[in-house]
């Protein structure tokens, strides 16, 4: 694990670092008070990678560590980059149901409660 940062702060980590920081980000995300949206870089990381390597990561860094997030990308249309294009990524993912709705939707209730304590 590398040195906390602002141990006392919630940091989330928006767009898992791209599809060329990826691995960089996730080795951040070990901190325990780091977290990484899957917004936008979801469906690039995934057709560079693939979707079981994904899922590798996902059960190695824990899946209590990503949170759903979505983006407009301009150009592309809905079919292509909408959040119902990402939710199917997650629910086609080698991983337990448990862990998809962790992504999905219990990690930022978790965290959002927290902050409100």
């Known amino acids: 694990m ?20 990826f691995e960089d980000i996730l080795q951040i995300a070990t901190n325990p008070n780091i977290y990484v949206d899957t ?3 979801l469906i690039t ?8 390597l994904f899922a590798e990561y996902i059960r190695a860094l824990g899946s209590e560590k990503f949170i759903f997030g979505s983006d407009q990308v301009f150009g592309l249309t809905p079919e292509e980059y909408a959040a119902r294009k990402q939710i199917e990524i997650i629910r ?6 448990q862990d998809k709705e962790n992504i999905l939707h219990k990690n930022a209730i978790r965290i959002l409660s927290q902050q409100n304590q």
């Open 2 to 21: 590398l040195p906390l940062i602002a141990p006392e702060t919630t940091i989330i980590l928006a767009h898992m670092g791209g599809s060329f920081h």
């Open 39 to 41: 917004s936008y870089s």
């Open 45 to 52: 990381i995934t057709k560079k990678i693939g979707l079981e």
């Open 92 to 97: 086609k993912l080698q991983i337990s149901d």
